[in-house]
């Protein structure tokens, strides 16, 4: 979004950051090393990327679907369960990618 050149923030258009994101893969250089070439937020640099690579693979924002997943009601109790006393076992797997996983486990 906004960087800071010599104490002054800079607010650049999308072309801009496409434009900036181009001369970051032509250079060979870590984003940090870039950033601080260019005086620019590695922050920002992360979230126009992300951003940027979303609006190519997704369709229009209006169109986008929501990112949450409904589950309904997850599990039940064991009074509702048709064998009396029997607990209901619950597993939820979450793949966030990178080798991040979050697993959880009831009953």
């Keep these: 979004m ?3 050149a010599a104490g002054i923030r800079i607010r650049r258009s999308e072309s ?3 434009e900036v994101l181009s001369r970051l893969e032509r ?3 870590s984003v940090a090393a870039f950033c601080e070439r260019e005086g620019i937020s590695a922050a920002s640099v992360y979230r126009w990327r ?4 979303d609006s190519r693979l997704a ?3 209006s169109s986008r679907k929501s990112p949450f997943v409904d589950l309904g009601v997850v599990g039940a109790s064991a009074a509702s369960s048709p064998i009396s006393g029997a607990s209901l076992r619950t597993e939820i797997r979450l793949d966030l990618g ?3 996983v979050i697993h959880v486990v009831r009953g």
Excluded at 50 to 53: A, E, F, Q, S, T
């Design 50 to 53: 992300g951003l940027l690579v």
């Design 16 to 18: 801009q950051w496409r």
């Design 98 to 100: 990178g080798g991040l």
């Design 59 to 61: 369709p229009a924002a």
């Design 27 to 29: 250079s060979d250089l």
């Design 2 to 4: 906004a960087s800071k």
